[in-house]
T-cell receptor, first 116, second 115 residues
């Protein structure tokens, strides 16, 4: 089975621009989450999508938005880029069940964004 | 207050020795899960081990074991027989039942294994 793949792996943007990052979920997974990892920090939850709808959001402004497609792939869009948006953006997929369990997140290798 | 605290920014260990990476957590949920992930320089987060709050026995996965002390709210990772390939960042994370699949991560511990 394929894992989580993300593209692009690296990109450079300038302040004020917009960026779209893409993620292909692991086969069989129906939930996708996005995390931002600044240098020297742990990942921080941005938002989560389940059945193509956002169903959880961290402390990020509305200029961070996303989409989940019927094939469970996903996009993260960031508008009006700021210098502090420079980070590794990680996509993670999982299979959400109706009862509690380990529900392990499978992560991709990330997209490293540099904002100049 | 931080939900996940990892107090060791860096740890050094010699090959074949055991090492313990510390993690304490804070939650008011009765049901929660604790995870450890490894992040090599490539960036991918690799799942290592999971412990549920109601699990009575400490989790083990090969060379990894989780020393779970619920009353002290600690979930330390023990790596036995360290290998050079274990050199990486290690993150402790918690999923609270109210947060579905959302994980809250600590700041991580950099482990360096020397020959």
């Amino acid at each position: 089975e394929t894992g989580v793949t993300q593209s692009p792996t690296h990109l450079i943007k300038t302040r004020g621009q917009q960026v779209t990052l893409r993620c292909s979920s692991q086969s069989g997974h129906n939930t996708v989450s996005w995390y931002q990892q600044a240098l020297g920090q742990g990942p921080q939850f941005i938002f989560q999508y389940y059945r193509e709808e956002e169903n959880g959001r961290g402390n990020f402004p509305p200029r961070f938005s996303g989409l989940q497609f019927p094939n469970y792939s996903s996009e993260l869009n960031v508008n009006a880029l700021e210098l502090d948006d420079s980070a590794l953006y990680l996509c993670a997929s999982s299979y959400r069940t109706g009862f509690s369990g380990a529900n392990v997140l499978t992560f991709g290798a990330g997209s490293r964004l540099t904002v100049l | 207050a931080q939900k996940i605290t990892q107090t060791q920014p860096g740890m050094f260990v010699q090959e074949k020795e055991a090492v313990t990476l510390d993690c304490t957590y804070d939650t008011s949920d009765q049901s929660y899960g604790l995870f450890w992930y490894k992040q090599p320089s490539s960036g991918e987060m690799i799942f290592l081990i999971y412990q549920g709050s109601y699990d009575e026995q400490n989790a083990t996965e090969g060379r990894y074991s989780l020393n779970f002390q619920k009353a002290r709210k600690s979930a330390n990772l023990v790596i036995s027989a360290s290998q050079l390939g274990d050199s990486a960042m290690y993150f402790c994370a918690m999923r609270e039942e109210s947060g579905y699949s959302t994980l809250t991560f600590g700041k991580g511990t950099m482990l360096l294994v020397s020959p």
